[in-house]
């Protein structure tokens, strides 16, 4: 089926470890985004790419790096994880354009804990 | 900036009562709003949208108006289901550009009991 596709589902890193939440859609959507959800917060945008070849910062980027590889992938990295980085993030794209609107399209979600 | 709030939770409702779940939301534009829905271990699923005052959006039963003399945009649902139970979230995306935001509240526990 067509959609938001991450993974991994889950992961438990070691304090200091590093690791890549791959996302990938298959929409042709011009726009991807990153969020983190934690209990009693909603969710917060860490990072988004408007286009393919752009990167912005969102609401909380600290810790976090990212990656338009093109069109249909945009990789989080955490470079050195810490336990306030347990959270479940999800990936998001949505189609913008003329006749196109509000047509966010949201992943599964990873779920990473950081002992 | 924009901010989203939502009534606290969790909510706790038997089935075929009536559900009402608030939202008010802060904005310096005239923002669209939409309602989310997460069942367990799932992504978020758009529920309903309105884009501008005085607009009704509507699906599966579950409404909500826009009043922007009010700020808000208010879940309800007359009876409600097993089926329904999940979290909801209130969200507001102010600008229609390619890096358009959404920004959401916290999110809204629904428990419904047969």
């Known amino acids: 089926n067509a959609g938001v596709t991450q993974t991994p589902k889950f992961q438990v890193l070691k304090t200091g470890q590093s690791m890549t939440l791959q996302c990938a859609q298959d929409m042709n959507h011009n726009s991807m985004y990153w969020y983190r959800q934690d209990p009693g917060m909603g969710l917060r945008l860490i990072y988004y790419s408007a286009s393919e070849g752009t990167t912005d910062k969102g609401e909380v980027p600290n810790g976090y790096n990212v990656s338009r590889l093109n069109k249909r992938e945009f990789s989080l990295r955490l470079e050195s994880a810490a336990p306030s980085q347990t959270s479940v993030y999800f990936c998001a794209s949505r189609d913008w354009g003329q006749g196109r609107r509000y047509g966010y399209t949201f992943g599964s979600g990873t779920r990473l804990t950081v002992v | 900036g924009n901010s989203v709030t939502q009534m606290e939770g969790p909510v706790t409702l038997s089935e075929e009562a009536f559900l009402t779940i608030n939202c008010t939301y802060t904005a310096t534009g005239y923002p669209s709003l939409f309602w989310y829905v997460q069942y367990p271990g799932e992504g978020l699923q758009l529920l309903l949208k309105?884009?501008?005052?005085?607009d009704k959006g509507s699906n599966k039963g579950f409404e909500a108006t826009y009043r922007k003399e009010t700020t808000s945009f208010h879940l309800e649902k007359g009876s409600v289901q097993v089926s329904d139970s999940a979290v909801y979230f209130c969200a507001l995306s102010e600008a229609e550009t390619s890096g358009s935001r959404l920004t959401f509240g916290e999110g809204t526990q629904l428990t419904v009991n047969p």
């Open positions: 309105a884009t501008k005052a005085d």
